[in-house]
T-cell receptor
Framework: NAGVTQTPKFRVLKTGQSMTLLCAQD?????MYWYRQDPGMGLRLIHY???????AKGEVPDGYNVSRLKKQNFLLGLESAAPSQTSVYFC?????????????????????FGQGTRLTVV | DQQVKQNSPSLSVQEGRISILNCDYT??????FLWYKKYPAEGPTFLIS?????DKNEDGRFTVFLNKSAKHLSLHIVPSQPGDSAVYFC?????????????FGTGTQLKVEL
C-alpha cells in the first residue's frame, strides 16, 4: 500500500529552469494538496484540488501551476524557477472535505502526506 | 496573516515527564483541529484530532484539549518518550463554511531527553 508518492525526492535547478513535481496517491482520495515547508513558516498551501479536473489557489500560489488530469495524480509545475522557491515540497491527499460522515460513519479528515521533495534553486 | 499560531518553536522535556504543546487560532470558522507529527526527511503523519463540539480527546499517551472561548488548543504527551522527538504541527479546518482547507501552524520542535 504505497499511500502518497512524490517524485523526485531531490532536485537542484538553475534560476529560470522549469520542472514538474509529480504526486500520486492510491487511496482514491478526492482532495489533493501541494504544500511548501520553510523554516519558521510551517506548512503553507500552494494549490489544491477537490477532484479530478479541478484546481484552486492556496495561500502562496504565485510562480506555480498545477494540474489534476487524473484523480490519482496531482502535478505541480514551476515555469521559471527562482531562488525563493527553494523549499521542501509536500503533497497530501485526503477524504472529501466538508463531509465528515460517510454512510453514518465518522470519517477523519486528516491528510496523508508524501515524503517530500527537496528543491534547491541556484 | 497567520491564522494558526504555535508560539513556541522548540520545547525540551525529560523522558517520562509531560510534554505540552500549544496552539492558538484566530479564525472562528475553524471547527476541526488536528495534530501532525513530523520526523526529519519524512512527511507529516496524523496524530490526533478533535471536533469543536468536544473539549477533550484522548488516544493513549496523547490528549488534545480545546478551549473554544480562548481559541486555544494543546497537545499533552504523557509520559514523554525519546521517540516522541519530532516537529509537531497544529492544523485547523472549517468543515462547515470555512473553506475546507487545512491551515497549519509553524510547528514546534519537541526534544525528549534521556
Amino acid at each position: 500500500n504505497a499511500g502518497v508518492t512524490q517524485t523526485p525526492k531531490f532536485r537542484v535547478l538553475k534560476t529560470g529552469q522549469s520542472m514538474t513535481l509529480l504526486c500520486a496517491q492510491d487511496m482514491n482520495h478526492e482532495y489533493m494538496y501541494w504544500y511548501r515547508q520553510d523554516p519558521g513558516m510551517g506548512l503553507r498551501l500552494i494549490h489544491y484540488s477537490v477532484g479530478e479536473g479541478t484546481t484552486a489557489k492556496g495561500e502562496v500560489p504565485d510562480g506555480y501551476n498545477v494540474s489534476r488530469l487524473k484523480k490519482q495524480n496531482f502535478l505541480l509545475g514551476l515555469e521559471s524557477a527562482a531562488p525563493s522557491q527553494t523549499s521542501v515540497y509536500f503533497c497530501a491527499s485526503s477524504y472529501l472535505m466538508g463531509i465528515p460522515y460517510i454512510r453514518g460513519r465518522r470519517v477523519d479528515t486528516e491528510a496523508f502526506f508524501g515524503q517530500g521533495t527537496r528543491l534547491t534553486v541556484v | 496573516d497567520q491564522q494558526v499560531k504555535q508560539n513556541s518553536p522548540s520545547l525540551s522535556v525529560q523522558e517520562g515527564r509531560i510534554s505540552i504543546l500549544n496552539c492558538d487560532y484566530t479564525n472562528s470558522m475553524f471547527d476541526y483541529f488536528l495534530w501532525y507529527k513530523k520526523y526529519p526527511a519524512e512527511g507529516p503523519t496524523f496524530l490526533i484530532s478533535i471536533s469543536s463540539i468536544k473539549d477533550k480527546n484522548e488516544d493513549g499517551r496523547f490528549t488534545v484539549f480545546l478551549n473554544k472561548s480562548a481559541k486555544h488548543l494543546s497537545l499533552h504527551i504523557v509520559p514523554s518518550q525519546p521517540g516522541d522527538s519530532a516537529v509537531y504541527f497544529c492544523a485547523a479546518i472549517g468543515l462547515t463554511g470555512g473553506g475546507n482547507k487545512l491551515t497549519f501552524g509553524t510547528g514546534t520542535q519537541l526534544k525528549v531527553e534521556l
